[in-house]
C-alpha cells in the first residue's frame, strides 16, 4: 500500500501570504534588510530600471522539502542584491571581500531560512526534511517573469526586485 501525501499544507493556510511573512522576518531580523511588496507592473518596473543601470545578472536559489506536503521555495534576485545580503548577514563593510564565503552559501541560507520559517511557522510541531539549497547563475539578460500566477510573489528588498515561488506537489 502506498500513501499518498497531498500537495497542499494539512492546515488552512494562505501560502503566498505565510511566505512572505517568512520572507519579511528571515530578511528584516536576520540580514537587516527592508522587504515591500510589489505588484507585477512594480516588480517589472524595479527589473527594467536594473537592467538599465547595469544589473543584469540573476541568481535563483532553490530548496526543496518532503513532509506532510511537498514542495519547493525558489528565490530569484540580482547579484547585486545577493551581495548587499550577503554583506549585512556577516556584517561586512562594503569594500570589505577578504574571506568572505562563496555567494551561493549566502543566497542559499537565505533561501533556507525562509523555507524553514515558513515550514516551522505554518505547521509548528511536523517534520520536514529538507534538501540542501541549489543556487544557480542566471544567463546574460535574463529576467524573471513578473507572474501573477498562483504562488509567485514579487518583492522589493532594499530597493532591488526579489521573486519569490512556492511550488508544492504530491508525492507518491
Given at each position: 500500500?502506498?500513501?499518498t501525501r497531498s500537495p497542499e499544507p494539512p492546515v488552512a493556510v494562505d501560502v503566498t501570504a505565510a511566505c512572505t511573512a517568512a520572507l519579511v522576518d528571515?530578511?528584516?531580523?536576520?540580514f537587516f534588510a527592508f522587504v515591500v511588496p510589489t505588484d507585477a507592473d512594480q516588480f517589472a518596473?524595479?527589473?527594467?530600471?536594473?537592467?538599465?543601470?547595469g544589473g543584469l545578472a540573476w541568481l535563483t536559489a532553490r530548496i526543496e522539502f518532503a513532509g506532510p506536503f511537498c514542495g519547493a521555495v525558489e528565490l530569484d534576485l540580482p547579484v547585486v542584491l545577493a551581495e548587499s545580503l550577503r554583506a549585512s548577514f556577516l556584517g561586512l563593510e562594503p569594500d570589505e571581500h577578504a574571506g568572505v564565503p562563496p555567494l551561493s552559501d549566502s543566497v542559499g541560507e537565505f533561501v533556507n531560512q525562509v523555507c524553514g520559517m515558513w515550514l516551522?511557522?505554518?505547521?509548528?510541531?511536523q517534520r520536514f526534511d529538507l534538501q540542501?539549497?541549489?543556487v544557480v547563475e542566471r544567463p546574460a539578460g535574463w529576467r524573471p517573469p513578473a507572474s501573477g500566477a498562483r504562488r509567485v510573489v514579487t518583492y522589493e528588498v532594499n530597493d532591488l526586485p526579489l521573486r519569490l515561488v512556492v511550488g508544492l506537489v504530491a508525492e507518491g
Open positions: 500500500m502506498s500513501l528571515v530578511a528584516e531580523n536576520s518596473a524595479g527589473t527594467d530600471r536594473l537592467a538599465q543601470a516551522t511557522t505554518t505547521c509548528h510541531d540542501p539549497p541549489t
